[in-house]
């Protein structure tokens, strides 16, 4: 991860000239620890500015199509990405994300897959919830509210970790995965009002 150190030392310094930031909840993210973060997707910076608000590394589970790029590819990676088939049902990305939470790292990860401007509960994809359960990690919900213009303000809200421990060793059905999932997005959308 010393790349990624060095990328956020940098990108950092160059955002805050650029943008106005306004982050509230940085308690919400524990010093140590597997968490996952989940957060709404208004632009392609978004990953970017998340880097900077939060003080760990993040893993970001990114669509396939940013790995097409050879050159790309080896930066995003380098950074600690890995890709993920937004289509079908991607086993070796689950199993990826599994294995960076046992390793106690943060997993990033934007679960209405694709970039929205608002709330769309049919988005809420299970993959999330169903890695958040069965690696016992909690989530935290992240909203950013931006216009992306130059010099204008992001204001990136972390909320309080959500815990999902009552659901260990049930057996749960995609519908009740994808149930959870839309909590995980209400949760993301009640922080723009806060």
């Known amino acids: 991860m010393y790349f990624y150190h060095i990328a956020r030392f940098i990108i950092n310094i160059v955002f805050r000239i650029i943008f106005r930031f306004d982050i509230e909840g940085r308690q919400n993210i524990p ?21 900077i608000a939060i003080p760990r590394p993040i893993i970001f589970m990114a669509k396939k199509e940013l790995f097409e790029n050879k050159l790309l590819a080896k930066l995003i990676h380098s950074l600690g990405a890995f890709p993920v088939d937004r289509e079908g049902s991607d086993l070796a990305s689950v199993k990826r994300s599994l294995r960076t939470l046992k390793e106690e790292k943060i997993l990033g990860i934007f ?24 690696s016992k990690s909690p989530v935290v919900p992240v909203y950013i509210e931006s216009k992306y213009k130059l010099f204008s303000k992001v204001t990136i809200r972390i909320g309080e970790p959500m815990y999902f421990d009552s659901y260990q060793g049930r057996k749960l059905t995609t519908e009740d995965y994808k149930d959870i999932s ?13």
């Open 182 to 194: 839309v909590d995980i997005m209400k949760s993301i959308y009640s922080l723009k009002d806060v």
């Open 31 to 51: 010093g140590k620890g597997r968490i996952i973060l989940c957060s709404n997707h208004i632009s392609l910076l978004d990953p970017i500015m998340l880097a």
């Open 111 to 134: 679960p209405e897959g694709t970039r929205v401007q608002k709330m769309d509960l049919n988005n809420a994809k299970p993959g999330v919830s169903l890695i958040s359960i069965k």
